[in-house]
């Protein structure tokens, strides 16, 4: 009876009551959670406040949970600031989660492991995918430039294909300063088949402490590569494409017919000389040619990257593809690229994990112009088409263009119908891993990898006999050809990667241990071979083979190189309650390229860190958010380099050559014989070039993590570099031994600051980098010098590539200047000058300018570079803006001495303008002259140019489509689109083509200016 008149009692409570009842009554509740870009956020935990009842978010960012009104649902994601919503009447709840800044418990990727970013001893700089993911490039060397302190990239050319060069903290050796990378573990050689668009994250290690795990491999900086990986959940799918159009930007206009008439008119009054009346024919005819505008475009280019992801809690795979389609800025100069890459990792048991990445590359570029002084030295008076050319010659598509009859330089538009030359890259690679955990704590890690390279190129170059007319004053052998000849050269590598490691990470209390210790083995093998001959029966491209040749002339060539490593490496990160922290690292390099007996180098590594932040008195600060961290860093390693230590352990290497021949009986050259003989000379006492670097380094957060300052000075020492031997000529070896004879010197600091905050819905930040070095050479075994270009010399105590030129002191004005310019016995110095000459000093006052009185007069390297991020946004608007720049350096600008003088070639408008004429001009050109006795092109200062920059490398503007919109499709989960402009201004004082020359300082008229590019992309996610 009690229990029915309970049950009567409950029933009677839900009669009366049933607004209270249903309060009570849980619901589902859906919705989608998204970060602020937009874009959904798969694996976000859902929990009911207060209980153990969850979700999480599927791979669109969907979620279904059931919670009563009263309920609050709580929304966490690692790196991104939690949410929580109250449930109320509601049935859907859509979350917008922020990023947290800079969250200092991040793991990051490190040497053949991870570490938090708060146990970071060493200089690691990051590159995350927010960073990443909205930057349109081609390559991904390309996002390099200016973003991270330490780090130049530079793109000195805007051909397609060309990546950034990239160095790592200066100059720290004469034999190579590119870094190493290491794409998911795996050190690649071939890094142009990663697709920009399949990159997680990048790890930029900068100092000895941090590289010395790779040994020999290390010694100029390492990169990480994370890609994207496969996620548990539904099936994920995102596109990212974009349209780009670009404009090649030379500044200088060249010479039209009439200025380049007049001032060869001026040249020839000037030296008292008669014209001669073939030119005047030639600008008779009236034409005004413009090379550059005709052998140039409009550049466009197309990029895909479709990326697949996928998968259970046993098996997660992912797909990407990418495909590029350039047609560069000049004619028959196009790229194209196929990139593919398929990751999976299986758990088969919860202390069994295998993967295995498998991707492919290919590229084919179609090479047109080697130069871009073809189009400007060309002259105007010359038409495209030859009036003299007879249609019906049968090989008339390459001998109809007329040949330049005042520039030695032929027809541009000729050169481009020759053109029938490209080349071809296959690139496949994979690795596979099973990863083991024997106990708790402790896991061994076996993989293996491979990478093969196959190369090819081909050309055709065509007979063809262009025809002057009678008025040519500059015929050569550039303007015809009378046999046609086919080349083709292929060349394989394989690289082989085998690494056995054990990693053992475990907590005790306070104590934090996270070790590793490996065994690693790498093999490469090389062969090329290449083959020529002439003779085809026709231009047709149906006979662009060798077997179609006749000629007898065939010429075939072909080589190989195996080379090997074996290495041991260890590592020791100990952190005390996250406050005390020791990092310590040893690796032993074993390399077949040495003698025995100096194979093995070593290289031991040792840092130390306090997190002061951890400390009890700095609590009050930490607790009020005014510092959210504070770390002190200082380190220790070495590091090695062998890359030019190739076939060292050869005492002598034979060879054979068809130019040197022995002849026997009284006709030598009836039957001679190939000879066989030394080639070069080796050094079985070569041994591995060293380096050590020491680092100090500060790691500030402030107010909240929203400012974050990052602080190293470093100093780097190079010793044992690896130099050639200069032999007497009677040795008679056409190549030179190395010896270890060298060292340099560097020291040098990185500073980053970033501010990132949001009021509302508006979000706003400045992420800023600077860097500085100096580089001095310390010996150089006993020369006097080791690298001695024309216009540069690396001396003792001195900086590394220094300028060494005359040095410039102006214009003479009059002859008067010129008698009065004497030596200490009266002697003029520059007796051949005239008025408007430039003079020189003489330095070594012997009474005469000559190459004894040269001196160093500024240095190629900047004083120091930077990069400037500015980036805001606005619900989905955003809006970005990226500077890079170097002050203080020296740029040698050789197009001066290219189209600064007339030399049978055009000139530049420029020194048409500014040329001096007459008593008081001040000018930037000479006096016009043809003969000039006083040689004022020669190298001086008068080349040396400031090279400092500022250049607004992209403006980006996007727009994320709400999710609310999205949703009515069931299909996108994200869409973002943008409109981007690439190098669209450059606030400089230098007046050659383009500051941002490269690593050697000089401006290059052959090189392609980087193109000015306006980009449509689009971002989908399904």
Not at 109 to 124: A, F, H, N, R
Not at 892 to 919: H, M, T
Request: proline share 4%; net charge neutral; glycine share 10%.
């Amino acid at each position: 009876m009690k229990k029915l008149g309970s049950l009567k009692t409950w029933t009677l409570i839900v009669l009366c009551f049933p607004p209270l009842v249903c309060l009570g009554q849980a619901k589902a509740i859906r919705g989608v959670v998204t970060g602020t870009d937009q874009a959904p956020l798969p694996g976000v935990n859902i929990m009911i406040d207060g209980t153990n009842t969850g979700t999480i978010t599927d791979a669109g960012g969907r979620y279904t949970i059931d919670a009563a009104p009263s309920d609050r649902l709580v929304f966490s994601f690692l790196g991104f600031e939690p949410a929580t919503e109250t449930v109320g009447d509601r049935t859907e709840i859509n979350v917008v989660l922020r990023e947290e800044q800079r969250v200092i418990d991040d793991v990051i990727v490190v040497g053949y492991g991870t570490v938090k970013k708060q146990d970071l001893t060493g200089s690691i700089s990051s590159i995350g995918n927010k960073e990443l993911k909205n930057y349109p490039a081609t390559n991904f060397q390309e996002m390099l430039v200016g973003r991270v302190a330490g780090v130049e990239a530079t793109m000195s050319s805007g051909k397609p294909g060309d990546v950034a060069q990239v160095r790592i903290r200066g100059i720290g050796t004469v034999n190579g300063t590119s870094p190493l990378y290491v794409v998911d573990g795996v050190p690649l050689n071939q890094t142009v088949d990663i697709d920009p668009r399949s990159i997680e994250s990048m790890q930029i290690l900068k100092d000895a402490s941090a590289t010395a795990i790779y040994g020999s491999r290390g010694s100029n900086g390492v990169i990480l590569i994370t890609t994207k990986k496969g996620q548990a959940g539904k099936i994920s799918v995102s596109l990212d494409a974009y349209l780009g159009f670009s404009y090649m930007t030379v500044k200088h206009k060249q010479a039209n017919s009439q200025q380049l008439y007049d001032f060869y008119l001026e040249a020839n009054a000037n030296d008292g000389t008669t014209p001669d009346p073939l030119v005047k024919r030639q600008y008779d005819k009236g034409y005004n040619t413009n090379w550059l505008d005709l052998a140039t475009r409009t550049g466009v280019t197309q990029n895909y990257s479709l990326f697949v992801s996928g998968g259970t809690d046993k098996v997660k795979s992912s797909l990407q593809v990418g495909y590029i389609d350039e047609l560069g800025t000049m004619r028959k100069n196009d790229l194209n690229k196929i990139t593919a890459r398929n990751t999976n990792e299986y758990q088969p048991a919860s202390w069994l994990r295998l993967g295995n990445t498998l991707g492919v590359g290919y590229y084919k570029i179609e090479n047109s112009l080697a130069t871009l002084d073809v189009l400007l030295s060309a002259d105007p008076f010359t038409p495209v088409i030859n009036p003299l050319a007879d249609p019906a010659d049968p090989n008339y598509r390459y001998n109809k263009y007329a040949p330049t009859e005042f520039s030695y330089n032929t027809n541009p538009m000729s050169l481009l119908s020759q053109s029938n030359a490209y080349e071809t890259e296959f690139n496949p690679f994979g690795s596979v891993y099973a990863d083991v955990r024997l106990f708790d704590g402790l896991y061994f890690k076996s993989q293996a990898a491979f990478e093969k390279k196959n190369y090819e190129t081909k050309n055709f170059e065509p007979y063809y006999r262009l025809t002057p007319s009678p008025d040519d004053v500059a015929w050569n052998t550039q303007k015809y050809r009378d046999i046609n000849r086919i080349s083709m050269a292929t060349s394989g590598s394989l690289y082989l990667n085998f690494e056995q490691t054990l990693r053992y990470e475990k907590t005790f209390g306070k104590h934090s241990v996270n070790a590793v210790a490996g065994l690693t083995y790498e093999k490469w093998s090389e062969t090329s071979l290449s083959g020529s001959r002439t003779g085809l029966p026709s231009n047709d491209d149906i006979f662009w083979t060798l077997d179609a040749a006749t000629g007898d002339d065939d010429v075939a060539s072909g080589g190989m190189n195996k080379t090997a490593i074996v290495s041991y490496l260890g590592r020791v990160n100990y952190a005390y309650a996250g406050r005390y922290l020791v990092t310590a690292s040893f690796r032993a390099d074993g390399s077949s390229e040495f003698a025995p007996g100096n194979r093995w180098g070593y290289f031991p590594s040792f840092s130390l860190g306090w997190n002061i932040s951890e400390e009890r008195f700095m609590r009050p600060l930490v607790e009020r958010g005014v510092i959210s961290q504070l770390k002190l860093r200082a380190g220790w390693g070495a590091t090695g380099n062998k890359s030019a230590a190739a076939r060292s352990q050869i005492v002598s290497l034979m060879g054979t050559d068809r130019g040197v021949n022995y002849g026997f009986g009284t006709d030598k050259s009836a039957s001679p014989l190939i000879a066989v003989y030394p080639k070069s000379r080796g050094n079985s006492l070569l041994r591995w070039e060293t380096g050590q670097q020491y680092n100090i380094g500060l790691d500030l957060s402030l107010l909240r993590r929203t400012l974050e300052i990052n602080l190293d000075v470093y100093r780097k020492y190079t010793n044992d570099m690896i130099l050639t031997i200069d032999l007497p000529i009677y040795a008679q070896f056409p190549s030179s031994p190395k010896a270890n004879m060298g060292s340099m010197k560097s020291n040098g600091v990185d500073l980053t600051i970033s501010y990132n905050n949001h009021a509302g819905d508006f979000t706003y930040g400045v992420n800023a980098n600077l860097s500085a070095y100096k580089s001095v050479v310390r010996s150089l075994g006993g020369n006097p010098e080791y690298w001695s270009g024309d216009v540069s010399r690396s001396v003792i105590g001195e900086e590394f590539g220094r300028f060494y030129v005359l040095q410039y002191l102006g214009i003479f004005q009059n002859q008067r200047e010129i008698d009065m310019y004497v030596d200490k016995d009266g002697r003029m110095i520059q007796p051949l000058a005239k008025p408007g000459d430039f003079k020189f000093a003489d330095l070594d006052g012997d009474g005469q300018i000559t190459d004894k009185d040269r001196t160093f007069i500024g240095k190629p390297q900047p004083a120091a570079s930077f990069g400037i991020n500015l980036t805001a946004g606005w619900k989905g608007l955003d809006i970005s803006l990226f500077f890079t720049g170097v002050v203080g350096n020296r740029i040698f600008n050789q197009p001066k001495a290219f189209y600064g003088k007339l030399q049978k070639n055009n000139i530049l408008q420029d020194l048409y303008e500014n040329s001096w004429r007459r008593e008081g001009d001040q000018t930037k050109y000479p006096r016009i002259t043809s003969t000039d006795l006083n040689n004022n092109f020669r190298y001086s200062s008068w080349y040396l140019e400031k090279g400092s920059y500022v250049k607004l490398r992209n403006v980006q503007i996007g727009y994320s489509l709400p999710q609310a919109w999205l949703r009515r499709t069931k299909v996108i989960q994200g869409l973002r689109v943008y409109v981007s402009g690439q190098n669209l201004c450059t606030f400089t004082k230098y007046t050659g083509f383009d500051p941002e020359v490269g690593f050697n300082g000089i401006e290059d008229p052959r090189r392609y200016i980087p193109a000015r590019m306006i980009i449509v992309g689009l971002n989908i996610q399904f």
